[in-house]
């Protein structure tokens, strides 16, 4: 059925969401005209088949954004969406000051030194969960959702 999508309003943003207590939250509690797409964790080939189709049927214009947890596994999604699709997210809710207020201590993850040093949107975040002191990793749902404009306008 792929091929039969169309979007027939353009949405303000196209939002992806990692876990799915979190996708359930945002849909019912945040009504601002965006597209929201749970990816079930690391998205599988037809959540990325999608979302290249709905990428490429709206205006570049419309800001693509991806919510994730703040931890390897999250930065992990974050890049696999960034090179799988015609033009990768912006961070949503995912940012070291959020996961030093509100995440749990972890040990740093040297794994992700890769993704520190690519041209990620999160390279930074990569590298302070790869090398940093006082790491704290954030799982997503501990967060309320919230409008993506800040997130928008702040690029």
Do not use: C
């Not at 945002?26 to 749970?38: F, W």
């Not at 070291?96 to 030194?113: F, V």
């Amino acid at each position: 059925m792929l091929q039969q999508l169309s979007v027939l309003e353009r949405p303000t943003t196209i939002l992806t969401i990692e876990n799915y207590a979190s996708f359930n939250r945002q849909v019912r509690e945040i009504e601002d005209g965006s597209l929201i797409v749970y990816t079930g964790g690391f998205p599988a080939a037809g959540v990325v088949e999608f979302l290249a189709k709905v990428l490429t049927a709206v205006a570049a214009e419309v800001p693509f954004l991806h919510w994730g947890d703040v931890d390897a596994g999250g930065v992990r999604i974050f890049r696999y969406l960034e090179e799988n699709l015609p033009r990768g997210p912006r961070p949503h809710l995912m940012t070291k000051d959020l996961a030093e207020k509100s995440g749990q201590p972890a040990d740093a993850d040297p794994s992700l030194a890769s993704i520190a040093r690519s041209d990620s949107a999160l390279r930074e975040l990569a590298d302070w969960l790869a090398f940093g002191s006082d790491v704290r990793h954030l799982e997503q749902e501990a967060l309320d959702p919230e409008r993506p404009w800040a997130d928008v306008t702040a690029s």
